[in-house]
């Protein structure tokens, strides 16, 4: 991944993570976030490890970002499109499709600006 892509990364990650690390921090520690995503071998969720990833991400400065770490935040960033594309109808407070984008540090409800 060159320089250019890297940046394009890094902007779409920080445009669609719109939770901080304190926010995605507490959010992992509530059940609701815990039983959202799908659980390989009864363990944790594949969103419950990424949202831990992303708050280790968030944390970091530019240069100190690994490969593993733009891997990371592209398949966020494609997971999170893909998701909100799926939005369903009505109030999406308490759904298992908010929780799910929570985990990977988007809140569909939170309000920018």
Same mark, same amino acid.
């Given at each position: =991944? +060159? !320089?250019?892509?890297? +940046?394009?990364?890094?902007?779409?990650?920080?445009e669609?993570? *719109? =939770?901080?690390?304190?926010?995605l921090?507490?959010?992992? +520690?509530?059940?609701?976030?815990? $039983?959202? !995503?799908?659980h390989? $071998?009864? !363990?944790?969720?594949? /969103?419950?490890a990424? !949202?831990? &990833?992303?708050?280790e991400? %968030?944390?970091k *400065?530019? /240069? $100190? %970002?690994?490969?593993d $770490?733009?891997? @990371? =935040?592209r398949?966020?960033?494609?997971?999170? &499109?893909?998701?909100?594309?799926?939005?369903?109808?009505?109030?999406?407070?308490d759904? &298992?499709? &908010?929780?799910? %984008?929570?985990n990977?540090g988007?809140?569909?409800?939170?309000? @920018?600006g």
């Amino acid at each position: =991944m +060159d !320089g250019n892509e890297q +940046d394009r990364t890094r902007d779409d990650f920080h445009e669609l993570v *719109n =939770m901080t690390p304190a926010g995605l921090d507490r959010w992992l +520690d509530t059940d609701e976030s815990r $039983d959202a !995503g799908h659980h390989q $071998d009864g !363990g944790e969720s594949v /969103g419950h490890a990424s !949202g831990r &990833r992303i708050v280790e991400i %968030l944390h970091k *400065n530019k /240069g $100190d %970002l690994s490969d593993d $770490d733009y891997e @990371h =935040m592209r398949k966020v960033v494609g997971y999170v &499109r893909r998701h909100l594309a799926q939005r369903p109808s009505g109030d999406v407070e308490d759904t &298992r499709w &908010r929780y799910s %984008l929570m985990n990977w540090g988007h809140d569909p409800l939170a309000h @920018h600006g």
